[in-house]
């Protein structure tokens, strides 16, 4: 398992009954998490201290609990700012598992010595974007939604990083591709974060189980002659990290290297185990 292990802003502190609690910045949350299936004693004082509480509903959904909760707050990894903000179905904005890519692929950006072009497909609030401008890339961003390209800015400019060389692109994902082939452009690294299920912004339907595949064979075509990665990201329970590596070492045999897919997850404080919070496939050379 790849463990985001280097965090001072976040962490989880307890598991138990399906929930979390975790501590985001000055701030705690409590929100329900699938793979806690066990039951231990709720003793960490902060479960009766949070600032937050998001409530799962029997009918699928749920809402938000506040308790001396800003509307929006910001915390630092490394020299990366992220504001977040509650919204609906429980996120805050950032998924801090993914730490873990973000420290392998800088180093690999950092280690090449040259220029590192890197697509981030379905990059949501750009937490990847970011760490790849920080270590010294030029990113190309694309996400179906403006509203979380237009919050990616913010942290952007939060970091410092306003001037980076990022494009930022409100585009449905399959469709930026299918273009950017077309054009012959090619990218170094390929960071992908699909959906279980989404829409993109004139309707067209995503399901992963029907759509990664193909998607990762599209997206291949897009790497350049002398490739430095490709990294897929699942929070789908179907594919494991077996199926990500078939699904990776399938389509990029001809470059060499070498395939891993791992469990990622984040340290529990209380109890010291691991909680796993999907799954990632990388190829490097």
């Known amino acids: 398992m790849w463990i985001a292990d280097n965090w001072n802003d976040y962490e989880v502190i307890d598991t138990s009954q399906g929930e979390k609690l975790e501590r985001w910045g000055d701030y705690l ?41 800003p509307q929006q707050w910001s915390i630092q990894y490394r020299q ?27 180093d690999k950006i950092k280690n090449a010595g040259r220029q590192v072009k890197v697509l981030n497909l379905f990059a949501y609030t750009g937490g990847a974007t970011l760490a790849a401008a920080a270590a010294g890339a030029s990113v190309t961003h694309v996400d179906a939604s403006k ?27 399959t469709k930026f591709v299918e273009r950017e082939i077309r054009r012959g452009n090619h990218y170094d690294g390929i960071i992908m974060d699909p959906p279980s299920y989404g829409r993109g912004p004139k309707g067209e339907i995503w399901k992963i189980e ?43 045999k001809k470059y060499g290297g070498k395939v891993d897919a791992q469990e990622i997850g984040l340290p529990v404080t209380e109890s010291g185990l691991v909680l796993p919070c999907g799954a990632s496939g990388r190829w490097e050379r």
Request: contains cysteine; aromatic residues 16%; glycine residues 8%.
């Open 147 to 173: 509203g979380m390209v237009g919050w990616a800015k913010e942290n952007a400019a939060s970091s410092g990083l306003q001037d980076a060389p990022i494009r930022w692109l409100v585009d449905d994902c």
């Open 80 to 106: 990366l700012t992220f504001n977040l903000k509650p919204f609906s179905f429980k996120h805050t904005g950032l998924f801090p598992e993914q730490a873990a890519n973000w420290d392998w692929f800088s």
């Open 29 to 69: 949350l409590v929100r329900p998490d699938p793979q806690v299936l066990w039951n231990t004693p709720k003793n960490h004082r902060g479960w009766n201290k949070m600032n937050g509480h998001y409530h799962r509903s029997q009918k699928g959904g749920g809402e938000w609990e506040f308790f001396n909760l």
């Open 210 to 252: 029907d759509s990664i595949f193909p998607f990762i064979q599209l997206a291949a075509k897009l790497l350049s002659d002398d490739p430095l990665f490709f990294l897929v990201n699942s929070y789908t329970t179907g594919l494991a990290p077996a199926v990500l590596t078939y699904m990776i070492s399938t389509e990029l």
